[in-house]
C-alpha cells in the first residue's frame, strides 16, 4: 500500500502545502517526491502545470507581484503577494504553476487573427499607455481600431467590442456613412457628430472608429431613354459642383453622367423616361422650363416633332402626345382662340373666344393659344336624308335636305325632340302599329330629319306649330319634318268588341278595308244574341279639295264612332224582331238596319267614311239554356248521321277483312312449297362443303409441317452464319484495338523522348546562357580576383602572425603527414609565391 504522506510530483506538475501552524500556504514543484509532515496539509493535490503553447495566452486572476526578473515576491510572513481582484494577461512561456491564490480565469485560448480587410474595435476600459501605438495615452472608454493582417494580443485593459469587416465597393456602388462624433475622413475632411457623406471609391472600405455605415447604395444607370428626378431635402453643392437650394428638383441625364449614385441631400423621386416624338407628332407642355432653367407657371408651350427629349421637374403634358392632325378634303377643325394672336395661315388677328375653321386637305397643328374644339367632317346626304342645324348666334333652327353640307363655324347639329309614342311608332315602321311601348329597333339619331314612308293609299297629317298650319301627305311617299313640325297621332279603338285607345298610328289607310266587332242584342221575346259583323269601309273624296282633305282627320277615333253607330241601329232592328224570325232573316234585317231599305252604303259626313257592305260572320245565343237547346238539336242530328256512316263502315272493314285473309293463306302456301326447295339444295351444298373443308385440312398440315421444318433449317443455318461473322468480327475488332493500343503507346513514349529531350536541350541552353550571362556581367578581371583573393588573404595573415605553417585537428581524422615538411621547412618567399602551400596546410 502507498503511504498517503508521501506526494509523488510529476515533472510539470504541483501541489499546494498549508502549513497549520503558520497558516501560510506554499507551493511545491516537480519532479520531486514529497513527505507531508503532520502540522502540513495538502490543500492542491498534485496538477498539471499550465502550459501555453505558441500564438496561445491565458488570463489568471490575483496574478502574484514579481521583481524585474520575474521572481515572485513574498511577504514578511512568507505568503506569495498577490494583486487581488486584479488579472494579467500570459502569453507563450515555459510551462508554469499557480501560486495559491491565483486562479485560471477560462482557458488557454488562442491569439486572435485578424484577417485582412477586417479589424478589431477595441475600447479602453482604464487609462493606460498603449506601447502598440508609440506611447499614446489611452483613456478610459476611448475606442480605436487594430487593422489586419495581424494577431491582436489582449490587454486586461482593453475590450474588443466588435469585428469590422471592411466593405467591398464596385464600381457604381457607394457606403452611406455617419459620424458618431467630429473626425476626419478617409478623404480628409473635417465631419461634425451627426453628419453622413457618401465613400464613392472603389475596392475595400475599413470604416473609422467613430464612423457608421447606414446603408448600401447602388448607383442609377442612365441611359438615352431614362433619366433621374431628384430633389434637394437641403441646401448643398452636388457632384457637379453645382449649388441646390433646399427643396429644388432638377433632371441628371447621360449627358451628365454615365451612371449617378444619389447623394447624401439628394432624393430620387422617381425616373422619368424620354418623351419622342415622331414627325407625326407634338405635345403641350404646362409650366414648362425655360432655356435659363426657369420655370413658366401657367405658360404652355408647344413642341412639335421629330424630337426627343425629357420633361422637366414641374412640366407635365396636356392631352399627352398627340397626332397632328391629317385632314381630308371633306374635314375641318372647328378652331376657338383662348387668347389674342395672330393666324398665321389667314394672316388675320383673333380674338378669345373667337371661332373659325382649318380646312382640308392639309396637315394642322394647333398653337398653344388654340383650342380645338372638335373635328368636322363633311355630312353626305341623300336627296331623302337631311339634318337640322341651329345657328348658335340668333338661335335659328333650320333642316338641310338632299345636299353634303359642311357645318359653318356659327353653326351645331340640333335634335329633334319627339313625343315618346311617335319615337315608338317610328321605330316600329308604316306597316305596323304600337299600345304605346318603345320598340325593339336601335334609337334613332335625333339630328337627323325625321322622316317617315308613308304607305300606299295612306294619308299622314302633319302640323307646323310655328306657322299653326297643317299638311297632309298621301302615301306612298316620304314624309320629312321640319324643325317645328309634328306628327298627328292617331288612337284608334281595337279589339273584339271594339275598345279605345288600342291602336296608334302615324298614317290614316284610306281603305278598301274592313274591321270586325262583336254586338250583344236582344229580340223581342228576350233571347240574348252575340252578332260578330264584319264591315267593309273607305274613304271617299276628293284629293284636289283641302277642305275635304282636312275632314279625314276630323274624327279621331273613326273607328270607334262608327262602330258605337252601326251597333245602335243593329240592336234597334233586333229588338223589333223574334228570336225564330231573327234566326231565318238575320242578314235581311242586319242590312236594312244599316243601309235602310233603299241605300246601298252608309256614309259618315264628318270625315267621308264609307261603310260598302256589312258581313254577319256568327251568331250565338248569349243565355246559357237557349245555347243548351240549340246544342241538344245540333248533337241529335249529328250522332244520327255518325251511327249511319259507322255501319257502313262497319260492313266495309269485314269485307276486307276476309278477302285479305285468303290472300294470305295461299300466300303461305307458295312460301312452304319454296322453303322446301331451297332447304334440300342446302342439304346439298353443306354436304360439299364438309369434304372440301377435310380435304383443306389435311392439305394444309401436310404444307405446314413441311413449311416448318423449312424454316427451322434455314434458320440454324443463319444462326451458324451469324455466329461465324460475329466471331470474325469480335476477333477483327480486338487485333485492331491492340495494334492501335500498341501505336499510341510507341507514339506517347516517343512524344515523350522528344519531350525530354527538348526539356534537356532547353535547360542546357539556359544554363549555358545563364552562366554567359554572369560570366560576361561579373567580367573575366573580377573572376580573376575573385580567385586569387583567397589564397593571397591566407598568405598575408599567416605572415602578420609570423607563422610559417599550421595545422588543426580534432584528433579523430588522421592527417598525412608526408607532404607537409615541405612546408614547415619552407621559406616566406616560398608561401608568398605559391598560393597552393597556404592551401595545403589549411584543415
Not at 481582484?85 to 488562442?110: C, H, I, N, S
Not at 422619368?272 to 407642355?285: D, E, G, K
Amino acid at each position: 500500500m502507498s503511504d498517503p504522506n508521501v506526494v509523488r510530483i510529476k515533472p510539470h506538475a504541483y501541489i499546494h502545502i498549508l502549513d497549520n501552524n503558520t497558516n501560510v500556504t506554499r507551493l511545491e514543484v516537480g519532479p520531486q517526491t514529497y513527505t507531508r509532515k503532520e502540522h502540513e496539509q495538502i490543500v492542491v493535490p498534485p496538477k498539471e502545470m499550465i502550459m501555453i503553447p505558441p500564438r496561445h495566452y491565458c488570463i489568471i486572476s490575483n496574478p502574484v507581484l514579481t521583481d524585474n526578473k520575474g521572481e515572485a515576491l513574498f511577504d514578511e510572513h512568507g505568503n506569495v503577494r498577490l494583486r487581488h481582484g486584479d488579472q494579467e494577461v500570459r502569453f507563450e512561456r515555459k510551462p508554469f504553476a499557480l501560486y495559491p491564490g491565483e486562479v485560471l480565469f477560462g482557458k488557454v485560448t488562442a491569439l486572435q487573427v485578424v484577417a485582412a480587410n477586417a479589424a478589431l474595435r477595441l475600447r479602453a476600459i482604464r487609462d493606460f499607455v498603449d506601447p502598440t501605438s508609440n506611447d499614446v495615452q489611452r483613456q478610459a472608454g476611448e475606442e480605436w481600431l487594430f487593422a489586419g493582417p495581424g494577431t491582436y494580443s489582449p490587454r486586461i485593459d482593453v475590450q474588443v467590442v466588435e469585428i469590422i469587416r471592411a466593405q467591398i465597393l464596385k464600381d457604381n456602388e457607394a457606403l452611406r456613412l455617419r459620424a458618431r462624433r467630429a473626425l476626419t475622413d478617409a478623404s480628409g475632411k473635417q465631419r461634425q457628430a451627426g453628419e453622413e457623406w457618401l465613400y464613392r471609391e472603389s475596392g475595400a472600405y475599413l470604416p473609422n472608429v467613430d464612423e457608421e455605415i447606414v446603408g448600401h447604395i447602388e448607383a442609377k444607370i442612365l441611359t438615352d431613354k431614362k433619366a433621374l428626378h431628384l430633389r434637394a431635402t437641403q441646401t448643398f453643392t452636388d457632384v457637379f459642383g453645382k449649388e441646390r437650394k433646399a427643396g429644388s428638383e432638377w433632371l441628371v441625364t447621360l449627358a451628365d453622367t454615365e451612371t449617378h449614385i444619389p447623394d447624401i441631400y439628394e432624393e430620387v423621386v422617381k425616373e422619368v423616361p424620354i418623351t419622342t416624338l415622331s414627325n407625326r407628332q407634338f405635345c403641350v407642355v404646362l409650366d414648362f422650363v425655360d432655356e435659363r432653367g426657369q420655370v413658366q407657371w401657367g405658360k404652355r408651350q408647344l413642341r412639335v416633332g421629330e424630337r426627343s427629349f425629357f420633361l422637366q421637374p414641374g412640366e407635365r403634358l396636356e392631352n399627352g402626345i398627340q397626332n397632328v392632325y391629317v385632314l381630308r378634303s371633306d374635314e375641318a377643325l372647328l378652331l376657338r382662340a383662348l387668347e389674342p394672336h395672330e393666324d398665321k395661315i389667314a394672316k388675320t388677328l383673333r380674338q378669345p373666344g373667337e371661332l373659325w375653321m382649318v380646312k382640308g386637305a392639309c396637315e394642322f397643328v394647333p398653337e398653344v393659344s388654340v383650342e380645338i374644339v372638335e373635328k368636322r367632317r363633311q355630312i353626305p346626304l341623300d336627296k331623302n336624308e337631311g339634318i337640322y342645324v341651329r345657328n348658335i348666334c340668333n338661335g335659328s333652327i333650320r333642316s338641310v335636305i338632299g345636299e353634303s353640307y359642311m357645318l359653318q363655324p356659327d353653326e351645331e347639329l340640333w335634335e329633334k325632340p319627339l313625343p315618346e309614342e311617335v319615337e315608338s311608332l317610328l321605330s316600329l315602321g308604316p306597316r305596323e302599329y304600337s299600345s304605346g311601348g318603345r320598340g325593339g329597333r336601335s334609337a334613332r339619331d335625333r339630328t337627323r330629319v325625321v322622316s317617315y314612308r308613308a304607305p300606299h293609299n295612306s294619308a299622314v297629317q302633319v302640323h307646323d306649330y310655328k306657322s299653326n298650319r297643317s299638311r297632309v301627305v298621301f302615301g306612298p311617299d316620304l314624309v320629312m319634318l321640319e324643325p317645328d313640325e309634328h306628327f298627328t297621332v292617331l288612337s284608334l279603338s281595337g279589339g273584339k268588341p271594339k275598345t279605345a285607345d288600342q291602336i296608334k298610328s302615324l298614317c290614316l289607310l284610306l281603305g278598301p278595308d274592313f274591321m270586325t266587332d262583336i254586338v250583344t242584342v236582344e229580340t223581342s221575346d228576350h233571347a240574348r244574341l252575340s252578332l260578330q259583323l264584319a264591315y267593309n269601309w273607305l274613304f271617299e273624296f276628293d284629293r284636289d279639295n283641302q277642305t275635304e282633305v282636312a275632314k279625314l282627320f276630323a274624327v279621331p277615333d273613326f273607328v270607334g264612332d262608327v262602330t258605337k253607330a252601326i251597333a245602335s241601329r243593329v240592336r234597334g232592328a233586333v229588338a223589333a224582331s223574334s228570336f225564330d224570325n231573327f234566326h231565318r232573316q238575320s242578314a235581311s234585317i242586319i242590312h236594312q238596319a244599316v243601309f235602310g231599305a233603299e241605300a246601298k252604303v252608309f256614309k259618315f259626313a264628318a270625315n267621308n267614311l264609307v261603310i260598302t257592305n256589312i258581313d254577319i260572320q256568327s251568331v250565338e245565343p248569349v243565355d246559357q239554356r237557349t245555347r243548351d237547346s240549340l246544342q241538344k238539336s245540333v248533337q241529335l242530328a249529328i250522332e244520327i248521321t255518325t251511327k249511319s256512316q259507322e255501319a257502313a263502315a262497319r260492313h266495309e272493314a269485314e269485307r276486307k277483312n276476309q278477302a285479305a285473309t285468303g290472300r294470305l293463306e295461299i300466300q303461305k302456301i307458295n312460301d312452304e312449297a319454296k322453303a322446301e326447295v331451297e332447304r334440300v339444295e342446302l342439304l346439298k351444298l353443306q354436304a360439299k362443303t364438309i369434304s372440301v373443308e377435310a380435304t383443306g385440312q389435311a392439305t394444309a398440315d401436310a404444307v405446314a409441317k413441311s413449311d416448318a421444318a423449312l424454316i427451322v433449317g434455314k434458320s440454324e443455318l443463319d444462326q451458324s452464319r451469324l455466329r461465324t461473322d460475329a466471331t470474325r468480327i469480335k476477333m477483327q475488332a480486338e487485333l485492331e484495338q491492340l495494334q492501335k493500343r500498341q501505336k499510341a503507346e510507341i507514339d506517347h513514349r516517343t512524344q515523350l523522348n522528344e519531350l525530354e529531350l527538348q526539356k534537356a536541350e532547353e535547360l542546357a541552353e539556359i544554363e549555358a546562357q545563364k552562366f554567359k550571362q554572369i560570366v560576361d556581367s561579373i567580367g573575366a578581371d573580377t573572376i580573376k580576383a575573385i580567385a586569387q583573393a583567397g589564397p593571397e588573404m591566407q598568405a598575408k595573415l599567416l605572415q602578420g602572425l609570423g607563422l610559417k605553417g599550421f595545422m588543426i585537428t580534432d584528433g579523430n581524422s588522421p592527417i598525412n603527414l608526408f607532404g607537409a615538411a615541405q612546408g614547415f621547412v619552407g621559406g616566406a618567399a616560398g608561401a608568398a609565391s605559391s598560393s597552393s602551400a597556404a592551401t595545403a596546410t589549411h584543415f
